[in-house]
């Protein structure tokens, strides 16, 4: 079972709503805005998921991925992270499936569904 | 899309105001060589005095042979001909002059046998190296044609080869008698004497030719410009590639200064006339955009959007109050349907030059929700025809331009209300009716309305450019979607109704299983 979460996600909204509604099934969640400071948080503390959004204000999600390289391994990357996006065009699916990780694309047809997604042990499939 | 035209037009004013093209000596037909004669044999010359075969070329190619070569060379081309009727060469039987543009892929081969015409072949880069190094590294320039090159070079036995290079070519000049004996010294010294007044020739020919293929290639392209241009220079039109003026009347005239500081020298293009070039470009530049605002509106408005809907969703789960509760209900339902949409907007004016499967009756019922506002209080129908009883929404599928045929469909029924419209304030009996009609390898689509009408006098022309009978309409409307049905290979067409009031426009769209 998951305990830490990190969201990255700057729609204050969703931000929001997507906390309370991971805290409602028992979790903690950390969230940040920015994707320069999220690497911070990756690089100094434990998480047992990232949820990833692409477009931040500073930073591409990718940008954030590459970071965390300087701590995890590729197969700890594609378990670790799921990335989100309102944006999902080929060249970004593409890519997500390079680094092995899975993919929900916002807005979330199910809510429910997603939450579950957020909360699996990770590694099972690829991007969805 | 990128449009054509522009880009066309973009070419052609930078190669009019590079440095290489001279507006001054702008000209159709290359100047004759001997107008350069005086400088050329003032070069000639003074390589005589400074070279030190110089003697060796006064004996064996005498200033009057050398003259004529001059005067009546103006191609690489006639060069090995030309050599070859020396009297002093008149012993050899075949010469090649080799030429590559360095950079350039290929090289040219121009050749000559004694008597006979002149020939030219192309020769690739790898073996134009080759044979380059060659010849640079031998001393004696005597080569054996069994060594090297059997495809590119006609000779047989030995042949005498030389090396120039010059700044932007690499040339090769070679000659032989077609015989296995070695060539005599005084043969040598003949060959010898020759690169020095090749040089300078060569120099000038080539660039000249290079100048010349320059001029022709913009000259062409100015010739062949769709639009009037008219290039003047102190009022005085240099250059016109049309010159009939009967065209000037509908058109915009575009001016664009060819030199930053010099205004004296001006292109004038005619463009925009009334015609279909103008109308497509309008047209293509309002859809691109419109594609692009489209894009960014969704992909910005889908964020926040969802995050309306997530929060509202929440906190009407979390409220006691049922009147608080409804309200967020509504706003989440509503911040749902903006996202539709916004989605299915994007989707109709995706990639415009692709065509996809479109389930046809719910793709018209998309559009239909597009002219919503345009056709309130309007009632609106589909009816299908042949399609299958049981499943009318899922029966057809059919492989087009979703981008050309809603904007086609969206027009024809913007139309069809502002017709209806225009004929009175109370429009709850009218209707606008959309029919599709399925045939063994087309389906038809029809956009019947009941308004007044196209009056007799007008059926000719509705689908010109700028014909219109709207205060405010651009005329565009329909010759756009006239271009559009092209583009679909199909076209529109239209009828009056009878003995019914109102107008039926048509087009026919092939169906493949």
């Known amino acids: 079972m998951l305990k830490r979460i990190l969201l990255i996600e700057d729609e204050p909204l969703i931000q929001k709503s997507l906390k309370k509604l991971l805290e409602k099934r028992g979790v903690s969640v950390t969230v940040e805005s920015r994707g320069r400071d999220a690497i911070g948080l990756i690089l100094n503390q434990e998480f047992d998921r990232i949820i990833c959004d692409l477009m931040l204000q500073d930073i591409s999600g990718f940008d954030v991925i590459e970071e965390a390289k300087a701590r995890f391994t590729m197969a700890e990357i594609s378990k670790l992270f799921i990335i989100i996006t309102a944006y999902s065009s080929p060249h970004v699916i593409e890519k997500a499936t390079q680094y092995g990780c899975m993919l929900l694309s916002k807005p979330f047809e199910n809510i429910d569904e997603a939450l579950n997604i957020f909360l699996s042990s990770g590694g099972t499939s690829g991007p969805a | 899309m990128e449009d054509q035209g522009f880009t066309r037009i973009k070419e052609i004013k930078k190669l009019l105001s590079s440095n290489s093209f001279e507006l001054n000596n702008f000209e159709y037909k290359a100047k004759p060589i001997r107008a350069a004669k005086s400088i050329f044999e003032k070069k000639v010359l003074i390589s005589f005095k400074i070279n030190k075969q110089s003697e060796l070329e006064q004996k064996y190619l005498h200033k009057e042979e050398l003259r004529k070569l001059l005067s009546s060379i103006s191609e690489v081309k006639e060069l090995p001909a030309a050599i070859l009727k020396l009297p002093a060469l008149s012993s050899f039987e075949a010469c090649h002059i080799l030429v590559h543009e360095k950079g350039k892929p290929v090289g040219q081969n121009y050749l000559a046998f004694h008597g006979e015409s002149e020939e030219t072949k192309l ?135 060819l030199e930053a500081e010099d205004s004296s020298t001006i292109m004038e293009l005619s463009n925009f006339s009334k015609d279909k070039i103008s109308t497509e470009l309008y047209h293509s530049q309002r859809v691109s955009l419109l594609g692009e605002l489209l894009n960014t509106l969704q992909h910005e408005l889908s964020n926040p959007l969802f995050g309306l809907n997530l929060t509202s969703s929440i906190l009407e789960s979390e409220t006691k109050n049922e009147e608080t509760a409804g309200i967020l209900n509504e706003i989440s339902q509503n911040a749902n349907r903006s996202q539709t949409i916004i989605k299915n907007f994007s989707n109709l004016y995706n990639d415009q030059q692709e065509f996809k499967k479109v389930n046809l009756y719910r793709f018209i019922d998309e559009v239909m929700t597009l002219t919503k506002s345009e056709t309130k209080e309007i009632a609106k129908s589909i009816q299908c025809i042949g399609f299958d009883p049981k ?31 225009e004929n009175g304030t109370d429009f709850r009996k009218n209707s606008i009716i959309v029919r599709l009609t399925k045939r063994e390898s087309q389906v038809e689509i029809e956009v019947i309305d009941d308004g007044p009408g196209v009056k007799p006098e007008d059926v000719s022309t509705i689908f010109q450019p700028f014909f219109t009978t709207k205060d405010s309409g651009t005329g565009l409307g329909l010759s756009i979607c006239q271009n559009l049905a092209h583009q679909l290979g199909s076209k529109i067409e239209f009828k009056n109704n009878s003995p019914l009031l109102g107008a039926t426009f048509s087009i026919n769209l092939p169906v493949m299983y």
Request: charged content about 25%.
């Open chain 2, 123 to 257: 020769i690739a880069v790898q073996n134009f190296n080759s044979l380059f190094n060659l010849v640079k590294k031998s001393k004696n320039k005597i080569f054996s044609q069994s060594l090297t090159l059997k495809d590119d070079l006609s000779v047989v036995g030995n042949f005498l080869a030389k090396e120039i290079d010059l700044k932007n070519y690499s040339v090769i000049y070679l000659m032989s008698r077609n015989s296995f004996l070695p060539p005599s010294t005084e043969e040598q010294n003949e060959f010898q004497g020759l690169s020095s007044f090749l040089h300078p020739l060569l120099l000038k020919i080539l660039d000249k030719e290079k100048n010349d293929l320059k001029k022709e290639v913009l000259r062409q392209s100015l010739e062949n410009f769709p639009e009037k241009i008219t290039i003047k220079k102190n009022n005085q039109i240099v250059f016109t590639n049309k010159t009939d003026e009967t065209s000037d009347e509908n058109s915009n005239l575009m001016i664009f200064p």
């Open chain 2, 391 to 421: 499943i009318p929404a899922d029966d057809l599928e059919i492989t087009t331009n979703p981008t050309c045929l809603t904007q086609i469909i969206f027009n024809l029924v913007i139309n069809a209300a502002q017709a209806i419209k």
